[in-house]
């Protein structure tokens, strides 16, 4: 789906616009358990699974020539959304991820209970 596309259909239909960049989408991929973002110059990814009500990100990945250019935050935004719908809790194993939500207090109350 393009950029200008309704934001609803992306959704429903699994492709997330990714704002801000020349990104075609990124593609939830529920079965692989994974966000990917496509682009002419490369991909990015971000690796997640669940358990119960918590949404643990474990690898955010973009190739070099993405780097720097915030792909990498767009994934995490978009796995922080889905949790967000869903009701789940996010653990970010992932130090990206774990970084991005120390500098974005809004997605705080997102992010799981340590056990203790």
Same mark, same amino acid.
């Given at each position: 789906? %393009?950029?200008?596309?309704?934001?609803?259909?992306?959704?429903s239909s699994?492709? /997330? +616009?990714? *704002? =801000?960049?020349?990104? %075609?989408?990124?593609? *939830? @991929?529920? @079965?692989?358990?994974?966000? $990917?973002?496509? /682009?002419?110059?490369?991909?990015?990814?971000? #690796?997640? !699974?669940?358990? =119960? @009500?918590?949404?643990?990100? #474990? *690898?955010?990945? #973009?190739? +070099?020539?993405?780097?720097?250019? =915030? &792909?990498?935050? @767009?994934? &995490?935004?978009?796995? /922080?959304?889905?949790?967000?719908?869903?009701? /789940? !809790? &996010?653990?970010? &194993?992932? %130090?990206?991820?774990?970084?991005?939500?120390?500098?974005?207090? $809004?997605?705080?109350?997102?992010?799981?209970?340590? +056990?203790?």
């Amino acid at each position: 789906m %393009s950029l200008s596309g309704d934001a609803d259909a992306a959704r429903s239909s699994g492709h /997330l +616009p990714c *704002h =801000g960049r020349a990104v %075609s989408s990124i593609e *939830h @991929q529920p @079965q692989r358990q994974r966000f $990917e973002a496509r /682009l002419p110059e490369g991909r990015g990814e971000i #690796v997640y !699974r669940t358990d =119960g @009500q918590t949404l643990t990100i #474990v *690898h955010t990945e #973009v190739d +070099p020539s993405l780097e720097g250019k =915030g &792909v990498a935050g @767009q994934l &995490v935004r978009a796995a /922080l959304d889905h949790a967000r719908a869903n009701g /789940l !809790r &996010v653990d970010p &194993v992932c %130090s990206y991820a774990n970084t991005y939500m120390q500098r974005h207090p $809004e997605t705080e109350a997102l992010r799981a209970p340590k +056990p203790g």
